[in-house]
């Protein structure tokens, strides 16, 4: 099965906990909101199924769908361009990770985010509070980076622990840790995924067919072409 997520922008309960959360993203422009509005109808001619909440984010119902999928026995993957979701890399979940200003995509299974971070996925969210996350408008500890947040959390074994142990710091990263210890848990809970209460829907084939239709109907004639051509590969 293939689900799309669509959800809020920010989080009520983010926003509750850190006022500037998101403060700094611009408002989505006309055009891209045209394409949100239609997007479903799309994917639903593919046979793929949507799913959205005014509540949660994208990134939330993603996670959630991930464990479930787990849970039935299953493996899933996540594609995303938000490396938040490598908290959700499990022997069973692999996060696609969308390139950034390039085409193509990495697969990142847990061993893979510690090579990155030096951290396993079950830290992430420990690791985006003490370096911090500027696109979600999250500071971090003031002057640490990513390497010292890795090393604090390898140290210690958590932002909870490197808290607690922050006398055993250099002055500088023990009252980074310290003077800011409460803003530094909300930044965790942030940046930690909500457990959703989802259901996993009916598996359904992947229509090409239907898809190139409905592209078509859009202008989107090439996506058309190419997606006709495939579809009569798979036909073979």
Partial sequence: MIVICFGAEAAQYRVDLYPAYHADRPPVPDALAWQF????ELFDAFGWTTMSSDELEADDLLGALAMAEEEAGGRALIMT??????????????????????????????????????????????????RGDPSDSLPGAPGIGPKTAAELLQRHGSLDGAIAAADQERPRVAAALTDAADELRAFRAIATLHRA??????????????????????????????????????DL
């Fill in 81 to 130: 361009g938000d490396r938040d979701m490598y908290q959700c890399a499990t022997d069973r979940t692999s996060v696609v990770y969308l390139k950034q200003r390039s085409s193509g995509f990495e697969e990142v299974d847990p061993d893979e985010v510690i090579a990155r971070y030096g951290i396993p996925p079950r830290l992430v969210p420990d690791f985006i509070a003490l």
């Fill in 37 to 40: 509005e239609r997007a479903p």
């Fill in 197 to 234: 209460d989802v259901e996993l829907p009916p598996d359904r084939a992947s229509d090409l067919d239907g898809g190139a239709a409905a592209a078509a109907a859009l202008g989107m004639n090439r996506l058309a072409e190419r997606l006709r051509a495939a579809g009569s590969l798979s």
